[in-house]
């Protein structure tokens, strides 16, 4: 019985499904099949009433069960193809890739398409590639440096900058720079006053440690100058600090408006009191303009995001004004008459 059943187990398979269900169908037929007990594979199947000649001979559909006799199903497995055996396999010498070219020596990548101009050239590109200071800076809450006091990786008494809070393992990667957050505000209470340098801090941090008695610093780096700070075995030479661009000055000037100390290389411009004077020029200008009797008309920067103003501003449609459309009768009915 537990040969049957293995029989009929196999039955189900993909593999001989054909085969067992062959056999099965004969044992139906009342004659006296019998298997050993030690049912390892097909070549331990013997017939007491038949031997397996005779069987065969009768039905030559039904093959005899032996270990060179079990395949797949037709087209269960697809035969993989030689390449490069030899020209009577129709795949020999160049193996289907023809002679020279790059095709034939490697699989090229999907952007090479040979003489063609490529996709990535022929589609047009939109928008700015380069994002913001800001959004370059890795982020870092005061929780995380109150927990590092904690652990005595950060000493509260002494300064801290952007070498120690790296060495601490504050931070992974400084990228352009380290901007200190305020999850954890409430800690700080718990800390004596902090002296922390770092490349830009939000106003809630700002105002936080200024009321604590301590001191904010925010000082621009570019990325030899950060490298030399967090890695000096790294560089050869010392760098010196570069004059940052216009666009960072004005968001340092900012942070400086905020309460925070603002360390970074001055221009020229800055230093022989031209940017105060341009400075007066503009709030002249601006001043002139307020005194325009279509001054409301014009722009105001920053833009103005209180109630009623932008997207919430209450628009009301001008009347359309019908065009009055004069003709002459008369030569209506002259042609209507010819």
């Known amino acids: 019985m537990n040969s049957l059943f293995k029989l009929k187990k196999l039955a189900n398979t993909t593999t001989i499904s054909s085969i067992c269900r062959q056999y099965l169908n004969f044992n139906k037929m009342n004659t006296n099949l019998t298997l050993n007990r030690n049912f390892t594979n097909f070549s331990n199947l013997k017939f007491s009433t038949l031997s397996s000649l005779r069987f065969q001979r009768e039905n030559p559909t039904l093959p005899v069960i032996t270990h060179h006799t079990i395949r797949d199903n037709e087209k269960a497995r697809k035969k993989k193809i030689q390449k490069g055996r030899g020209r009577g396999s129709g795949v020999g010498k160049t193996a289907g890739r023809g002679h020279k070219g790059k095709q034939r020596s490697y699989n090229p990548p999907v952007h090479i398409q040979g003489g063609q101009r490529p996709i990535h050239r022929t589609m047009p590109k939109f928008g700015s590639t380069g994002r913001p200071l800001e959004e370059r800076f890795v982020e870092l809450n005061i929780r995380t440096i109150?927990?590092?006091i904690l652990k005595g990786r950060l000493d509260a008494t002494k300064p801290i900058g952007i070498r120690e809070l790296t060495q601490a393992g504050a931070v992974s990667k400084v990228r352009a720079g380290i901007k200190l957050l305020g999850k954890g505000l409430n800690l700080l209470d718990e800390l004596p006053p902090l002296d922390?340098?770092?490349?830009?801090?939000?106003?809630?941090?700002?105002?936080?440690?200024?009321?604590?008695?301590?001191?904010?610093?925010?000082?621009?780096?570019?990325?030899?100058?950060?490298?030399?700070?967090?890695?000096?075995?790294?560089?050869?030479?010392?760098?010196?600090?570069?004059v940052p661009h216009y666009k960072h000055i004005l968001y340092y000037l900012k942070l400086q408006e905020k309460g925070a100390n603002v360390i970074f290389l001055k221009p020229y411009?800055?230093?022989?009191?031209?940017?105060?004077?341009?400075?007066?020029?503009?709030?002249?200008?601006?001043?002139?303009?307020?005194?325009?009797?279509d001054a409301?008309?014009?722009?105001?920067?920053p833009v103005d995001r209180s109630e009623g103003c932008g997207l919430n501003k209450v628009r009301v449609q001008s009347e359309v004004k019908g065009r009055e459309v004069s003709f002459d009768k008369s030569k209506i009915k002259k042609k209507q008459k010819n």
């Open 269 to 293: 411009w800055m230093l022989n009191n031209q940017f105060n004077e341009i400075k007066e020029k503009i709030a002249h200008l601006n001043k002139l303009l307020d005194e325009q009797p």
């Open 296 to 301: 409301h008309l014009l722009p105001t920067y």
């Open 196 to 242: 922390i340098t770092v490349s830009s801090a939000s106003e809630s941090v700002i105002k936080k440690i200024k009321e604590r008695g301590g001191n904010i610093s925010c000082k621009y780096m570019n990325r030899l100058v950060l490298k030399q700070e967090t890695k000096p075995y790294r560089v050869i030479r010392l760098v010196k600090e570069s």
């Open 146 to 148: 109150h927990n590092l």
